[in-house]
């Protein structure tokens, strides 16, 4: 897996959106306008997409990385669930996306049928099978895992600093990987086109637009963000 300017801002974007969300829960000590859900969600992508992790080994970076987004996305959802004075601050009434029944449930039934009609799964064994099947679970399911955390933000109207700060670099991120793939696909030997990959690339950088509208207005006026 060969590295890219693409991909390597994608992921310094990635990791510092987790900085400031992990140092906006441990300063502020508060999870309001924070939506559990969308964290558990990404911590279900990372589990079922990074099933290669002590299987495979492609470099010191890449298993560094996901262990990286694993360990911080787990400590986010303990810190919201567990940690006082951090869990009193979370506001469940507010984060009410059915995430099994919208977001866990037909991402998995868009990952079989995918998998199936692909035909991908033909001639691999049993272990490989089932991975290759989570991975594609795992697409599907991060291209909506913001969604909780954007309905949250609608809901507390006026949105703070970090909070704002976070889920812009989560959505440079996503918009970063998207030009990642399609210059691995020309320039790296071996690699093609997956135009699932694209499709739920470019949904879930879409489900960001309204949010970077308001977010690029806010900082040109230099006042609240809402």
């Avoid at 099978?129 to 989570?134: A, I, M, R, T």
Wanted: glycine residues 6%; contains cysteine.
């Amino acid at each position: 897996m060969s590295m890219n300017i693409f991909r390597l801002c994608g992921d310094m974007s990635h990791v510092f959106s987790i900085i400031v969300l992990l140092l906006r829960l441990r300063v502020a000590k508060n999870a309001s306008g924070i939506s559990l859900r969308t964290h558990e969600l990404f911590l279900l992508v990372f589990l079922t997409r990074y099933t290669d992790l002590f299987t495979t080994y492609y470099s010191l970076y890449n298993s560094v990385m996901k262990v990286l987004y694993i360990a911080s996305t787990a400590s986010i959802v303990y810190a919201i669930r567990c940690q006082e004075p951090i869990c009193s601050s979370y506001d469940k009434s507010q984060d009410t996306f059915r995430h099994l029944e919208f977001a866990i449930l037909p991402c998995g039934v868009l990952a079989l049928l995918t998998h199936l009609l692909s035909g991908e799964g033909s001639g691999l064994d049993l272990f490989r099978n089932l991975q290759e099947l989570l991975w594609m679970f795992s697409i599907f399911l991060e291209s909506v895992a913001i969604l909780p955390q954007l309905i949250v933000l609608q809901r507390f109207r006026e949105v703070e600093n970090l909070t704002g700060n976070y889920i812009f670099f989560m959505g440079a991120y996503r918009a970063l990987y998207i030009v990642n793939w399609v210059y691995r696909a020309y320039y790296e030997p071996g690699y093609r086109h997956h135009y699932v990959v694209y499709f739920c690339g470019v949904l879930q950088t879409a489900l960001y637009v309204d949010f970077f509208y308001y977010y690029m207005m806010s900082k040109r006026r230099g006042g609240r963000f809402s």
